[in-house]
């Protein structure tokens, strides 16, 4: 999945828990319902009721658990539900992440419960560990949330911090304009004859693809124009003029 652009400065655990949200969708999609539909679930049905209720809301809430998780972790990248990383992050309090304690106290009592009935069913064994395995996902996925509340971005957004562009960032730009340049080299018959504007907006197309702020090209800055001038913050980041090469002796 594509990092929404304005989000690019924390896409490094974004993309983390875009990871634990394929791990929550294949469990809502295909653990969960295996173990409930073509194992020997179906066997809890029979046991009385102090003894059923511990070990079906195992797949109650896990289940619940894994269909939250699979799509809230990603909806980060739509603008429309949450306009800042702020709003995504602070729309975790008080849930899930928050509620470890308790449930690990329902994974202890299904646990408890299997061991004292005769013969329980292999799949409330197997629920139990995916229960677990998603508890630990959750932990995870906390230390992730605090993690993105020391983030510049959702710093700034709070009023505590200013982004500015770093040096591995500046670098990407250079690596950008490398890469198509490169291009223009392996595909010489798309390219041939294009004037240095059109070359210019192919360059452009790929900075804005990677940038946090805006890439544009012709634009006045100070006292004339420059031909590639990225900004973020307010401030310039990058400047680039664009030349033809004619051999050294003209350079």
Known sequence: MQIRNDFQPASLILNRLVEYSKVFNNNNMHEWPHLKNNEDFREVYSLPFEDRNPLEEIYATGRDLAVFMSSRLIEFNYAEVFPTLKSFVDSFHGGWIYQIDQLKDISQTAKNKSEQINHCPWAIRQMIKLFDRQIDLLVAIKQCLESLKDNDLYKWEIGQGQITFQIPEYTRILECVHSVGK??????????????????????????????????????NKRGKTDIL????????????????KGKGVF
């Open 230 to 245: 990225v900004r973020g913050n307010g401030a310039n980041e990058f400047v680039g003029e664009c030349k033809f090469w």
């Open 183 to 220: 291009m223009f080299e392996r595909l010489p018959s798309t390219y041939i004859g294009k004037d240095e504007e059109s070359l210019r907006d192919h360059i452009l197309v790929s900075l804005e693809s990677i940038v946090f702020g805006s890439a544009t090209g012709e634009t006045f």
